[in-house]
């Protein structure tokens, strides 16, 4: 939603002395999804659309509290379904990369080529951290 916009609407429910009062559970819920979609500072949603911070707590606090309660209609969960294809990767040459000792990185296509490999090598990676070690 615009902050224009949810500035006006909040502005309707300011008194004659400039104080909110009787928001409406609509309008917590729009103020609500407009904080969650903010990626800036704090300081800017409050600035954007023109409340204190101590009141924006306020609204906030009541537009959780009646979203817990389920006064919002909450989105449906939606599975999304992943198809397989036969190519693993086309045009990347790997999917697993793995930097070992002296700077060797090693590529692995598959994860059960990677586990195999650490099988393999066992005990013989001498590093403190070698992921070998963890294997068993």
Same mark, same amino acid.
């Given at each position: 939603?615009? *902050?224009?916009?949810?500035?006006?609407?909040?502005?309707? +429910?300011?008194?004659?002395?400039?104080? %909110?009062?009787?928001?409406?559970?609509? @309008? *917590?819920?729009?103020? @609500?999804?407009?904080?969650?979609?903010?990626?800036?500072?704090?300081?800017?949603?409050?600035?954007?659309?023109?409340?204190? +911070?101590?009141?924006?707590?306020? %609204?906030?606090?009541?537009?959780?509290?009646?979203?817990?309660? !389920?006064?919002?209609? $909450?989105?449906?969960?939606?599975?999304?379904?992943?198809?397989?294809?036969?190519?693993?990767?086309? !045009?990347?040459?790997?999917?697993?990369?793995?930097?070992?000792?002296?700077?060797? *990185?090693?590529?692995?296509?598959? $994860?059960?080529? %990677?586990?195999?490999? %650490?099988?393999?090598? !066992?005990?013989?990676?001498?590093?403190?951290?070698?992921?070998?070690?963890? $294997?068993?």
């Amino acid at each position: 939603m615009d *902050l224009t916009v949810l500035k006006k609407k909040i502005s309707t +429910f300011r008194s004659e002395g400039g104080k %909110l009062r009787k928001v409406s559970d609509e @309008l *917590l819920m729009e103020i @609500l999804q407009g904080w969650e979609t903010w990626s800036g500072p704090a300081s800017g949603f409050y600035a954007a659309v023109g409340v204190d +911070f101590r009141k924006m707590a306020s %609204l906030l606090g009541k537009a959780k509290k009646l979203k817990r309660e !389920g006064h919002f209609p $909450v989105e449906e969960f939606k599975e999304i379904k992943v198809s397989e294809s036969s190519v693993l990767f086309s !045009g990347s040459p790997c999917g697993i990369e793995i930097a070992w000792d002296n700077g060797k *990185l090693i590529r692995f296509a598959q $994860v059960d080529q %990677l586990v195999d490999f %650490l099988r393999a090598v !066992g005990g013989s990676c001498t590093a403190p951290a070698c992921p070998a070690k963890k $294997v068993a």
